[in-house]
């Protein structure tokens, strides 16, 4: 038997370790509290979450970018690139033969070959990994009408493409746009003429007109209107044509150093036996009202200013 001192003993130790399980169990509660409000206050540091913001944009961004790569590595059955995400996609004989034929039109030096395609491809700023059946760079406005009729009739997508600033990624191909089609792209690069008219009052372009260009070279046509963009991007020169296309117009008009007055154009329209392709001509300039002789008239105007 225990004597009474040693039962006093005992009681007191017990005591005591029940103490000190309270003391610690206090001191944790309160190292988890304090360690939950570090946290929080760490998470509303600017620094912190400016970390946090970059490092899951970072992952996000690489994961896209290796099912991107992805994308841009399958290839069709007879090896040409692939235009869009269809494992079952085929091209028929006209498509096939569409490189070949374009070739005839522009001539081989000016189709762009898989190793120079990239700038063709991706744009400056935006825009990027999709692929074409073929990259052209026509050198007139016959070339580009016969290109035109020749990607419609073998049911391709026709993307136009003028200085691919990239600016708002709208003239490079895209992946998984719902469009199954073979992609055709004309760049407009060899198409950058104009002619001032009415005492430089207006100026006749071509599709591939850079609006610097004309700021720099036709300081009167501007009229005291703003730059093309209040952000500053008349530096990289966007074409004229990307500009009707892209803000030149509705509440821009009265901003940009060039805006779209008449134009000759072409549409693309559905006939009972398939697409029509059909110039449009609202230029109104005397002696070019004929459509069928206009485009010839301008190619002419366009040799001699080469």
């Known amino acids: 038997k225990m004597s009474f001192r040693s039962r006093q003993l005992v009681k007191t130790c017990r005591q005591t370790s029940r103490l000190q399980h309270r003391l610690i169990s206090s001191s944790s509660s309160s ?16 620094l912190v979450l400016v970390g946090v913001s970059l490092t899951t944009g970072f992952v996000v961004g690489r994961w896209s970018s290796l099912q991107q790569q992805q994308e841009q ?8 690139p692939r235009t869009c995400c269809d494992d079952d996609i085929q091209l028929t004989d006209e498509q096939k033969a569409l490189p070949d034929q374009l070739s ?67 003239s490079v191909p895209r992946v998984n746009t719902g469009d199954h089609r073979p992609l055709v792209l004309i760049s407009m690069k060899h198409l950058p003429q104009f002619v001032p008219l009415d005492q430089g009052k207006r100026v006749l372009c071509w599709a591939g007109a850079g609006l610097a260009t004309l700021s720099r070279e036709i300081p009167g046509l501007t009229g005291g209107r703003e730059s093309h963009s209040i952000l500053g991007s008349t530096f990289l020169n966007p074409t004229t044509a990307a500009g009707v296309a ?33 110039l449009v001509n609202t230029l109104g300039i005397d002696g070019m009202e004929d459509n069928l002789k206009v485009v010839s008239k301008l190619d002419a105007i366009q040799e001699d200013k080469d």
Not at 31 to 46: D, G, H, R, V
Not at 141 to 150: G, H, K, M, N, R
Not at 247 to 264: E, F, I, N, V, W
């Open 246 to 278: 892209f803000g030149s117009g509705g509440t821009q008009l009265r901003k940009g150093p060039a805006y779209t007055d008449r134009a000759l154009y072409i549409q693309v329209k559905e006939g009972k036996k398939g697409p029509i392709v059909e």
């Open 104 to 170: 005839q039109i522009v001539g081989k030096n000016n189709m762009i070959q898989p190793s120079q395609s990239l700038p063709f491809l991706k744009g400056a700023r935006l825009g990027g990994h999709g692929q074409a059946l073929a990259i052209v760079t026509p050198t007139t406005l016959q070339q580009v009408v016969d290109c035109i009729s020749l990607v419609v009739n073998a049911n391709c997508v026709v993307l136009p493409q003028g200085s691919n600033t990239g600016l708002t990624g709208g």
């Open 73 to 80: 590595q399958r290839v069709l059955p007879s090896g040409l």
């Open 31 to 46: 190292t988890k509290t304090t360690a939950k409000e570090q946290i929080k206050s760490l998470f509303k540091s600017p």
